[in-house]
């Protein structure tokens, strides 16, 4: 199966930038390139990437204060460091951030586009539990309050609009898909498939 996924390459040597978009380019991914640390910083807050991929040294912006900032400002992108200048300091410092992977260089094809797949993979692991909970949490106040549920039955989706569900999701929660959330948000309390039977039974009318 191909990959897919937008990757943002962060390193000063164009010769690693250019392998990067070249091999991970040739596995599926969407790659952009970043020289400096600033930059690649604004473009990942600009764009909507999966994964950073950047150097531990930078002209301006080291790599590690890029992964600190993004952390607290974009925390749902996946962050893997390369670098050649390996140290077990670092390596245990990119851990307590959250690094998805720390590969030293120089790294062949292979272990590039793995670390990749494999940082890419967590990430969509990570957005889709947060989703299931956050329609666990839908179903608990509809459960609590009848008038949320009154204006999801008028309304529809409209109502969920603020929130960050997938399409997919929003519809299920309008129709009543009982299989659909059970199947990715796992077994429901008593009320929350009452509220879920009521909603596709208004469907059926």
Do not use: H
Request: hydrophobic residues 40%.
């Amino acid at each position: 199966m191909v990959a897919s996924g937008r990757v943002l390459v962060v390193d000063d040597e164009a010769v690693v930038t250019k392998g990067c978009r070249r091999i991970l380019g040739d596995a599926g991914y969407q790659v952009d390139t970043a020289a400096t640390g600033q930059e690649g910083l604004s473009r990942a807050m600009a764009g909507n990437f999966d994964l950073v991929v950047t150097d531990l040294r930078l002209p301006d912006l080291n790599g590690m204060e890029l992964v600190r900032a993004l952390r607290n400002r974009r925390p749902e992108i996946a962050v893997l460091i390369i670098t050649g200048y390996g140290s077990v300091p670092n390596a245990v410092e990119a851990v307590k951030l959250g690094v998805a992977d720390y590969i030293e260089k120089p790294f062949t094809p292979e272990q590039i586009t793995e670390a990749v797949k494999r940082a890419v993979g967590v990430r969509e692991e990570d957005t889709t539990r947060v989703e299931a909970d956050l329609v666990r949490e839908v179903l608990q106040r509809v459960a609590r309050d009848p008038s949320l549920g009154e204006r999801i039955l008028r309304k529809g989706s409209r109502v969920l609009s603020g929130l960050a569900l997938s399409d997919e999701a929003k519809a299920a929660l309008v129709s009543g898909d009982i299989a659909w959330v059970e199947k990715e948000c796992g077994e429901l309390t008593g009320e929350e498939r009452t509220w879920l039977q009521g909603r596709l039974e208004a469907e059926a009318w």
